[in-house]
């Protein structure tokens, strides 16, 4: 049975965040506003990239011939290539920031001079700022824990898992078998890294399953994985007032 795509309103604040914006305090403890994937007045990143997009082949039509071009009576032609680059100019700005053509100078409060390349002191930041801003341990966008690697036997390649529950002790209870390993002997024993490092997984054959016989440990944690939850979808419409795309 089809479902709808999840609405952006009951979404995890991080989406609503990355989509709509929001004023934040950097690791560096100032103050920086990401105006969010919808733009500041509609003008976003998603929309001047779209508008690249558009201008590329809004006027070429693949036909049975080839690709054509229509002709146009009592107007004049001209060339888009300057909106295109203005426009796409406008996409890196926002996505990555703008490479100036001459550094910012800044002085410190003792008297230490500092170049700035990229506008980076500008209260606005780009795309790549946020998230960068953004990804650490206890941020909205924590760089994911790569799998767990088991400990324990000889084996060739060696087994890994993500835990996927524990309770308020931290006792791991479910987990996902990532790589089941080779190369183990039947009855080895493997310690799950992390917690206080009591649990284990005696295997019953010579990779590891999920028959394995889990020894739950304490102080564990769910292991986090990049963008657990789907992205949501989202519909562009054309601003005639604006002539610009958005969300």
């Not at 080839?66 to 888009?80: E, I």
Request: charged share 15%; proline share 5%.
């Amino acid at each position: 049975m089809d479902t709808d795509p999840p609405s952006l309103e009951t979404a995890p604040k991080r989406w609503v965040d990355l989509v709509n914006g929001v004023t934040y305090t950097n690791p560096s403890s100032v103050k920086k506003r990401w105006e969010g994937l919808r733009g500041a007045n509609k003008q976003s990143l998603v929309a001047c990239y779209v508008y690249t997009q558009y201008l590329r082949n809004y006027n070429e039509t693949f036909a049975t011939t080839g690709v054509v071009r229509n002709d146009s009576k009592n107007a004049t032609n001209y060339d888009a290539t300057p909106k295109y680059i203005r426009a796409y100019n406008k996409f890196l700005g926002q996505y990555q920031a703008d490479s100036l053509p001459n550094p910012i100078t800044y002085v410190n409060r003792f008297g230490t001079n500092g170049l700035d390349w990229y506008g980076s002191e500008s209260s606005t930041v780009s795309l790549y700022q946020f998230l960068t801003d953004s990804n650490d341990k206890d941020s909205i966008f924590p760089d994911p824990i790569p799998p767990l690697t088991l400990t324990g036997g000889s084996p060739t390649t060696s087994a890994s898992i993500i835990i996927l529950t524990v309770d308020a002790l931290g006792k791991v209870l479910t987990y996902e078998i990532v790589n089941a390993g080779e190369g183990y002997t039947a009855l080895d024993v493997l310690t799950i890294p992390g917690g206080d490092a009591n649990a284990t997984l005696t295997l019953d054959q010579t990779t590891l399953t999920q028959t394995a016989t889990l020894e739950a440990g304490t102080g564990y944690k769910v292991t986090k994985v990049v963008f657990e939850a789907t992205f949501l979808g989202f519909n562009f419409k054309f601003y005639a007032e604006q002539n610009s795309f958005g969300i």
